[in-house]
């Protein structure tokens, strides 16, 4: 039987805690990683998360596989890893991801507007030039 994208989210915040700024923050503070997963137009238009990482959701397997020649060195599996989105829908599933592929602390910061409203540094979107 097909699964939806509505059970793919249940299972992933199953295994993926929801975390508040002020707890990301905490923990980016003691050397978690802030991992933004938006794809690379997302970040020119919105800006991006002060000291966040960047890695598309697209790559995220390949970067978090120590064995591929396309591995993050970001990406470590005794780092705490918190993930970001635009919404939360794609950080829930990505962690999900990254703890089945061992991964064991992961977090779902949730979107980046939520970041935003609770005052979490950012920069500001790419000026689209002339």
Known sequence: ??????QLLEAAHAVVPVIS???AIAKIEAGALLLDIRDAPELQMAGRAEGSHHIPRGMLEFRADPATPFHDA???????????????GR?????KLLKDMGYE??????????WKEAGGPSTEPVAPGM
């Open 21 to 23: 700024t002020e707890d």
């Open 105 to 114: 602390q992961v977090f779902n910061l949730g979107g980046f507007k939520d």
């Open 1 to 6: 039987m097909p699964v939806t994208a509505a």
């Open 91 to 95: 950080a829930a599933l990505a962690g």
């Open 74 to 88: 970001e990406l470590r599996f005794d780092r705490p890893v918190i993930l970001h989105c635009a919404s939360g």
